[in-house]
C-alpha cells in the first residue's frame, strides 16, 4: 500500500538493525485517516471471502482491525492479554511468547465470541516471528472456525513469522513488507496488495 | 445517548450489584457503528472547542477515541499500562490503581505526543472511581496542555468518579448513566447528552 509505505518512510524511525517504530501513527498515537484507508484495502482484499468476524489482539492491532471490521460491516473482537490468567470454561486461551519483551502472556478471547460457522479474518499492526498471530489461530482453531486470512499492517519479511503462516496454509496479506533496513533507512519487498494501489 | 442506552438494556448483563457487563459490544467485540455514532456523538459536543488530540488508555477506551478523534479530524493518542516500567525522560508517568484489579499499574505516554499547545479531549469507556482518568489527567497536566473535557461511554454514577473530576472544574460528558441496578436491572440517571438526542 504505496500511501503506508510512504508514511513509513517519512515517520518511522529505524532503530538498530531490526526495530522499526511506528509510534507517532500506528502503535501509540494513531491516524485515523490512515488507519480507515488500511481498513478498507484489507476489506477490498477479503471482500469475496463472506468475513462474519474480525479479529486482533490488544492494543496496537485494535485501530486497524476496527476500521477493518467497519469497511466489511462486521463485528470486531480483540484478544486480551493478561499473565496468571484464571482459566475458567468460558475462555479460550492459549501461551505467546514475546521475543521482544522475553515474557510469555496468556492471551484469551471469550468463547461466545467465536462460533463453528464463522469465517475470520485475523488483523495486526506488526508481523515479525509470527507468534502473535500463531496464537490468535490456535484459539480459533480450538472452535473450528475457519481463517479466512491473515491481514498486517507492517511485515518484517526478514524474520520467520510469515513463512510459518504460510507454510500452515494461510493467506498473509502484508500491506507493508519490509526487505531489510540498509544504514538506516527501509528497503521495501513487494507488498501482497501492491496491484490494488493506482497507478 | 439513546441508541447506546438501549443496546445496554438489551446486550447488557448485570452481575451482582456493581457489575455491567458489555463485553458483546465495547470492551470485548467491539459493535463498529455504534463506536462511530458514540464518536459522532463526543464531537457534536465539543465540536467548538477545537479540540488536537484525543487521548485515552489501553485496551477497551481506544475504539470510542478513535471515532471521536476520527470525527474531529485529529489523532488519537492511547496511554500504555505496564508493570515495573523502565523510567526514561521521554516519558510520561503516573501510578493508576484499579479498584477492581487490586492491582497498580504505571501508565504512560511518550512526552512528543503532547504539547503545551494541545486542547485535548479524553475520552474512556467507563468511568467509576475515576482513577483511569485522574491517572490521565495527571500525565497531560505534566505538559499544561489543556484539557477541554472528559467523554464517558458508561458512567457508574453511584461510585465517586464524576464528583472526583467535577470537583476538580472538569467538564464530564457521560453518554450513559447508570444510576442503581434494580433486581438485576439497569436504572438510568440522566445522560449528560440526553438534549442531542432526536425527539
Known amino acids: 500500500m504505496k500511501l503506508l509505505e510512504e508514511r513509513i518512510l517519512s515517520d ?9 517504530k511506528v509510534d507517532s501513527f500506528l502503535t501509540h498515537q494513531v491516524d485515523t485517516k490512515l ?8 476489506a477490498d482484499i477479503y471482500r469475496t471471502h ?25 463485528p470486531m473482537v480483540f484478544a486480551k492479554k493478561a499473565k496468571n490468567l484464571t482459566l475458567n470454561e468460558e475462555l479460550l486461551t492459549t501461551d505467546v511468547f514475546s521475543f521482544t ?11 461466545k465470541f467465536i462460533s463453528p460457522d464463522d469465517r475470520i479474518l485475523i488483523v495486526d499492526d506488526f ?6 498471530s500463531l ?6 482453531e480450538q472452535v473450528g472456525a475457519s481463517i479466512e486470512g491473515i ?4 511485515e518484517k519479511s526478514f524474520q520467520e513469522g510469515r513463512q510459518s503462516l504460510i507454510d500452515k496454509g494461510f493467506q498473509v496479506s502484508s ?24 497507478k
Open 12 to 20: 518511522g524511525q529505524v532503530l538498530g538493525d531490526e526495530i522499526l
Open 35 to 42: 488507519m480507515q484507508a488500511v481498513g478498507q484495502r484489507f
Open 50 to 74: 463472506n468475513i462474519t468476524k474480525v479479529v486482533t489482539i490488544e492494543a496496537s492491532g485494535i485501530a486497524p482491525a476496527l476500521y477493518t471490521a467497519d469497511a466489511l460491516d462486521v
Open 101 to 111: 519483551k522475553q515474557t510469555t502472556s496468556t492471551v484469551s478471547i471469550s468463547r
Open 127 to 132: 508481523l515479525a516471528n509470527g507468534q502473535a
Open 135 to 140: 496464537g490468535l489461530i490456535r484459539l480459533i
Open 151 to 154: 491481514g498486517i499492517v507492517i
Open 175 to 198: 500491506l507493508a513488507r519490509i526487505d531489510r533496513f540498509e544504514a538506516g533507512h527501509v528497503v521495501f519487498a513487494e507488498a501482497d496488495d501492491a496491484s490494488l494501489d493506482k
